[in-house]
């Protein structure tokens, strides 16, 4: 009889799962093999999706409830808050993060790698000053909401009023400007963001 081999996503995530309970006539080895996601790629991915569904879902849903205008009000106070969160989360865990301009940039870095894979990131410029950078890749929001045929009741990019949250929860009085160089019906996307000094 074959021995079914576990993803090597699924082992490396065992601590998650030790707890699982099959039954007897349960085939475990085969349910992991055919629904554990096979790599850590299609495992982000996946959850990536989630996340774009989700917050697309609620947002369809508060229109349906409230009104067209509900929706982008909820989504902009929605990413504030998630800045926020995560800037507050940063400063915890990293309590030798200095509060300031290069700050900003590796919490959006760390965002970036944690939250939204499908973005990636060129630095124009980063110092006690400025920071100047281009954000690329899919925009999962756009690419739900579109799909939603909601993204025309956001202001794109719906990710400035979470780098608002970040900027706020550090204190820094700062110009935060993020302008759309792209985003096509694909949702590929390219945006530049400037964060100053005033």
């Known amino acids: ?24 006539e349960m085939n475990q080895a085969q349910i992991i093999s055919d629904f554990f996601p096979g790599t850590f790629t299609e495992l982000t991915q996946r959850l990536s999706d989630i996340t774009g569904a989700f917050y697309g879902g609620m947002l369809k849903q508060i229109g349906r409830l409230y009104g067209a205008e509900a ?9 504030y808050d998630l800045g926020s969160r995560m800037t507050l989360r940063n ?43 281009l954000i690329k890749g899919v925009d999962r929001y756009h690419k739900i909401t579109q799909s939603l045929q909601i993204a025309g009741l956001l202001k794109w990019p ?8 970040v ?15 792209k985003l096509d019906p694909d949702s590929s996307c390219s945006y530049h963001v400037v964060v100053s000094e005033k």
Do not use: W
Not at 101 to 118: D, H, N, Q, R, Y
Not at 167 to 181: A, F
């Open 91 to 133: 400063l915890e865990t990293k309590p030798n993060l200095q509060s300031g301009i290069p700050a900003v940039a590796k919490i959006l870095i760390g965002a970036i790698f944690t939250s939204s894979p499908e973005y990636n990131f060129e630095f124009k410029e980063l110092n006690d000053h400025k920071c100047e950078l």
């Open 167 to 181: 900027c706020d929860t550090m204190g820094l009085d700062v110009l935060l400007e993020i302008k759309v160089l």
């Open 71 to 79: 929706i982008e009000q909820l989504s902009s106070t929605f990413m």
């Open 158 to 165: 719906v990710i400035k009023p979470f780098l608002q949250g």
């Open 1 to 24: 009889m074959n021995q079914i081999q576990l993803p090597e996503t699924y082992l490396a995530l065992s601590d998650f799962r030790k707890h699982d309970a099959y039954l007897p």
